[in-house]
C-alpha cells in the first residue's frame, strides 16, 4: 500500500500544551503534506515538506522528514481546543501528484 | 477564490440502486480527484483527472464506479449498483498542475448512506 500510517490513533491533551503526531511511509515521495479535517468537513491543507527538507515552520505548526527512516511528524505547539480534528499525512510520491492519505491521527484538545 | 463545490452533501439510498455525485473543482485547477473516506479511515484515492484525461484509476472498483470530466471543468461519479460498504463520504478535490509541490483542495463531501 502507498498510504501512510500515522501513530497515534488518537491523543488527548490539556489547551496549551504541545501535540505530536508521527507518520510514516513505504515509498520514495517528492514531498509530503499533513492536513487537518474537522468532524464532517472536507480536509485543509496545512503545511507541504519537500523530500530535500528536514524541518519546516509555519506558525505553530513545526515539520519534520527524515527520508532515510520514511517518516515525518507534526508538531502543534500551544494547542487550542479550536486545533480539535482529525490530522492526515499525505505523500506525493512523483510529478504526477497522487496525494496518498495515511490514517490520520484524532486530536482532542481539552479546555 | 471560490472553492470546491460538491452535491448533494448527503444521501440515502437502498442496496442495488445507482447514485450520483457531482463535483465543480476551483476555477483553472487542472486536475482533479475524487476520494472515498471511510469512517474512522483516511482518504482512498479512486481517480485522479488531468484536465479530461485519466491519469490513475487504478483504485477504482470498475464493474460498479464510474467518473467522467467532460470538458475538463465538472464530474460526476456514479456508482451502480451500490452495495451496503459503499456507505462512505467521497470526496473531491482539486490542485493547480502537476508537477509535485502543489496542494490540494477539497470540497466538503457527500455522505452516502446505502440501506
Known amino acids: 500500500s502507498q498510504q501512510g500510517e500515522e501513530d497515534p490513533q488518537a491523543l488527548s491533551i490539556q489547551e496549551g500544551e504541545n501535540a505530536t503526531m508521527n507518520c510514516s511511509y513505504k515509498t520514495s515521495i517528492n514531498n509530503l503534506q499533513w492536513y487537518r479535517q474537522n468532524s464532517g468537513r472536507g480536509l485543509v491543507h496545512l503545511i507541504l515538506?519537500?523530500?530535500?527538507?528536514r524541518e519546516k515552520h509555519s506558525g505553530r505548526l513545526r515539520v519534520t522528514l527524515d527520508t532515510s527512516k520514511k517518516s515525518s511528524s507534526l508538531l502543534i505547539t500551544a494547542s487550542r481546543a479550536a486545533d480539535t480534528a482529525s490530522y492526515f499525512c499525505?505523500?506525493?510520491?512523483?510529478?504526477?501528484?497522487?496525494?496518498?492519505f495515511g490514517t490520520g491521527t484524532s486530536l482532542t484538545v481539552i479546555p | 477564490e471560490a472553492g470546491v463545490a460538491q452535491s448533494p452533501r448527503y444521501k440515502i439510498i437502498e442496496k442495488r440502486q445507482s447514485v450520483a455525485f457531482w463535483c465543480n473543482p476551483i476555477s483553472g485547477h487542472a486536475t482533479l480527484y475524487w476520494y472515498q473516506q471511510i469512517l474512522g479511515q483516511g482518504p482512498k484515492l479512486l481517480i485522479q483527472?488531468?484536465?479530461?484525461?485519466?491519469?490513475?484509476d487504478s483504485q477504482l472498483p470498475k464493474d460498479r464506479f464510474s467518473a467522467e470530466r467532460l470538458k475538463g471543468v465538472d464530474s460526476t461519479l456514479k456508482i451502480q449498483p451500490a452495495k451496503l460498504e459503499d456507505s462512505a463520504v467521497y470526496l473531491c478535490?482539486?490542485?493547480?498542475?502537476?508537477?509535485?509541490?502543489?496542494?490540494?483542495?477539497f470540497g466538503q463531501g457527500t455522505r452516502l448512506t446505502v440501506v
Open positions: 499525505a505523500t506525493v510520491k512523483d510529478a504526477g501528484n497522487q496525494f496518498y
Open positions: 515538506i519537500r523530500s530535500n527538507e
Open positions: 478535490a482539486s490542485s493547480r498542475r502537476t508537477g509535485g509541490n502543489t496542494e490540494a483542495f
Open positions: 483527472f488531468q484536465n479530461n484525461g485519466v491519469v490513475d
